[in-house]
């Protein structure tokens, strides 16, 4: 009868609107399970990976995508002509917490990060180029996305790192494994553009204290990554407030890549050796070399230039130059071995005394030029 509905048809509306309801919230969270779609609807289950806190070796050639989740290069442009160091900047959604992420030029690993975002450096020759970044998450979903670019130049490196935001630090141990050693604890800052002390305006403040006599803190800032530089200079300037208290300071430079990682590390030993020492990677000790090394006179600015290369599996220490003074190094050391990341990074480190006096140190004009 016209103007009367029956009650299969209202069972049938209702089951008809739950159904566009339950498909609209389907449609907006991608998948059933909340998971999106690509992941919910994946016809493989992966295998997680067995121990979180291993970081694996590059798988090379890359592998393929599985159930691939958000992925995306926002820079370069694709096709992009640039000049290397190239500015990557990639960014990963995935639908579990991040395992690990990594660059690939060419089919080869050059850079890994255990971060959503890529922000980094990549060094490569001149000529056309494909960059691909591989992020897997925790359950074993793995995205890719590629890219092809010409490298049409070649720029001096990466400048003024003092201003890095990636800068990150440890004391004695990071999770259960010795970093920057000490016999305790530091209390340590750090505070980026500063204005006074500064040469350009822009210094990075670090400061050392804390109670335990011989306590240390290493900072680090990854740059990029890439297998094409052989050759670097690490100039920079450094002013100390209290030239006597430090124990001693450290600068470094780290290149990971293919499973090896040649760390050039540099100290000037103050107290003990009064030398600068230089670090065996493979021994994982320092080495007293014949150049002296004393406190740093107070509130002066110090210019200092470590020249390196890459020669082979060994790290060639070239020469120092240090407050106006030049000094032929030429020492050779064999690099480290079974290294699962890879990463072009620079470090410094402040060593506390026996009484763990306070001090400040300022870097500027931190400078890590590559050919």
Same mark, same amino acid.
């Given at each position: 009868?016209? *103007?009367?509905?029956?009650?299969?048809?209202?069972?049938?509306?209702?089951?008809? %609107?739950l159904t566009v309801v339950l498909a609209l919230i389907l449609a907006i969270m991608g998948g059933c399970s909340g998971l999106p779609k690509n992941v919910a609807n994946c016809p493989i289950t992966p295998t997680p990976p067995s121990d979180l806190t291993i970081?694996?070796?590059?798988?090379? =050639? =890359?592998?393929?995508?599985?159930?691939?989740f958000p992925l995306?290069?926002?820079?370069?442009?694709? !096709?992009?002509? @640039?000049q290397a160091p190239v500015p990557v900047v990639a960014v990963a959604t995935p639908p579990d917490p991040v395992y690990t992420v990594r660059?690939?030029?060419?089919? $080869?690993a050059v850079l890994y990060t255990p971060s959503t975002i890529v922000n980094q450096l990549l060094w490569m020759p001149n000529g056309a180029h494909t960059i691909e970044v591989v992020a897997e998450d925790t359950a074993g979903y793995i995205a890719t996305t590629s890219m092809q670019v010409n490298v049409v130049g070649q720029l001096? *490196?990466?400048?003024n790192l003092q201003e890095s935001p990636q800068w990150v630090s440890c004391s004695a141990v990071i999770v259960h494994t010795t970093c920057a050693a000490g016999l305790?604890? %530091? @209390?340590?800052?750090?505070?980026?553009?500063?204005?006074?002390?500064?040469?350009?305006?822009?210094a990075a403040k670090f400061t050392l204290a804390g109670k335990h006599a011989y306590s240390n803190e290493l900072y680090w800032t990854p740059i990029g990554g890439g297998s094409y530089p052989q050759h670097f200079n690490y100039d920079l300037w450094f002013y100390i407030d209290h030239g006597d208290r430090a124990q001693s300071l450290e $600068?470094?430079?780290?290149?990971? $890549?293919? !499973?090896?990682?040649?760390?050039?590390?540099?100290?000037?030993? $103050?107290?003990?050796?009064?030398?600068?020492?230089?670090?065996?990677?493979? !021994?994982e000790v320092w080495k007293p070399i014949p150049i002296p090394c004393n406190h740093f006179p107070s509130n002066t600015w110090i210019h200092m230039v470590w020249t390196l290369e890459r020669v082979g599996n060994q790290v060639h220490y070239i020469a120092l130059? @240090?407050?106006?003074?030049?000094?032929? @190094?030429?020492t050779y050391y064999t690099a480290q071995p079974n290294w699962t990341q890879e990463e072009i990074d620079i470090a410094f480190q402040m060593d506390g005394n026996w009484d763990q006096q306070p001090y400040t140190v300022w870097l500027d004009r931190v400078n890590l030029f590559s050919y």
């Open positions: 009868m016209r *103007g009367t509905v029956r009650r299969d048809q209202v069972q049938q509306c209702i089951l008809l %609107a970081v694996p070796p590059a798988a090379e =050639p =890359p592998p393929a995508s599985l159930c691939g995306e290069i926002s820079s370069p442009g694709k !096709g992009a002509s @640039v660059v690939y030029v060419d089919n $080869f001096p *490196g990466a400048l305790g604890v %530091a @209390v340590s800052t750090l505070t980026l553009h500063q204005q006074t002390p500064s040469l350009d305006g822009s $600068f470094d430079v780290n290149q990971a $890549f293919g !499973g090896t990682r040649w760390t050039w590390g540099t100290q000037c030993d $103050f107290n003990d050796s009064h030398r600068w020492n230089i670090w065996d990677p493979l !021994g130059s @240090v407050a106006d003074h030049t000094y032929d @190094v030429d």
